[in-house]
């Protein structure tokens, strides 16, 4: 079974530029979730998608960050601008919706915003 | 959201049984106890769960006290590719029928050879 994937695994950027990032779930998850990981903190949830609908966004800044997931598969992340305290890894998982609600991590995105 | 109290580091003997505590004192009578690691530059993985009986597998045992105000998690013979952080997650219901769970900052697990 293909586990989830994550492009690009490295991204840098300056300050104020635009970045995006893409997830593909394991085949058959409903559930995605994408999160921010900063250095030396545990996995902080942006948003979690129900298939292509959006169940919890309530630690999303969305003033600059944005997420969609068209088809209820493929997800990307966006942030508009970026800001140097956006310098984190950002990990997408996903789970199916049963009773288990195991979620699957990719290998992250690593960004850092200079 | 029910919190999760764990020690921010430990040491453990290679070959020794490693037993990461986990306390969980407001956790409700639905609500699971799960159980994440993350080696380095990797994203998190899942080891186990468990609601009120005690739980093993391949890879771990979870022993929940009886209250389930804690839980302890149990790798009976620890090898170096164990270092990690270990995080104890209590898995809340949202409404809908939908779970979050709330990751802290873990348990730093170093395997001494």
């Known amino acids: 079974e293909a586990g989830v994937a994550q492009s690009p695994r490295y991204k840098i950027i300056e300050k104020r530029q635009s970045v995006a990032f893409w997830c593909n779930p394991i085949s058959g998850h409903a559930t995605l979730y994408w999160y921010q990981q900063i250095l030396g903190q545990g996995p902080k949830l942006l948003i979690q998608f129900q298939n292509n609908g959006v169940v919890d966004d309530s630690q999303l800044p969305k003033d600059r960050f944005s997420a969609e997931r068209l088809k209820g598969v493929d997800s990307t992340l966006k942030i508009q601008p970026a800001k140097l305290e956006d310098s984190a890894v950002y990990l997408c998982?996903?789970?199916?919706?049963?009773?288990?609600?195991?979620?699957?991590f990719g290998p992250g995105t690593r960004l850092t915003v200079l | 959201d029910a919190k999760t109290t764990q020690p921010p580091s430990m040491d453990c003997a290679e070959g020794r049984a490693a037993n990461l505590p986990c306390n969980h004192s407001t956790i409700s009578g639905n609500e699971y106890v799960y159980w994440y690691r993350q080696i380095h530059s990797q994203g998190p993985q899942y080891i186990i769960h468990?609601?009120?009986n005690n739980e093993t597998n391949e890879m771990a045992s979870l022993i929940i006290t009886e209250d389930r105000k804690s839980s302890t998690l149990i790798l009976p013979h620890a090898t170096l590719r164990d270092t990690a952080v270990y995080y104890c997650i209590v898995r809340v219901s949202l409404s809908g029928g939908y779970q979050k769970v709330t990751f802290g900052i873990g348990t730093k697990l170093q395997v001494i050879p």
């Open positions: 998982a996903s789970s199916l919706w049963d009773r288990t609600d195991t979620q699957y």
């Open positions: 468990g609601l009120k």
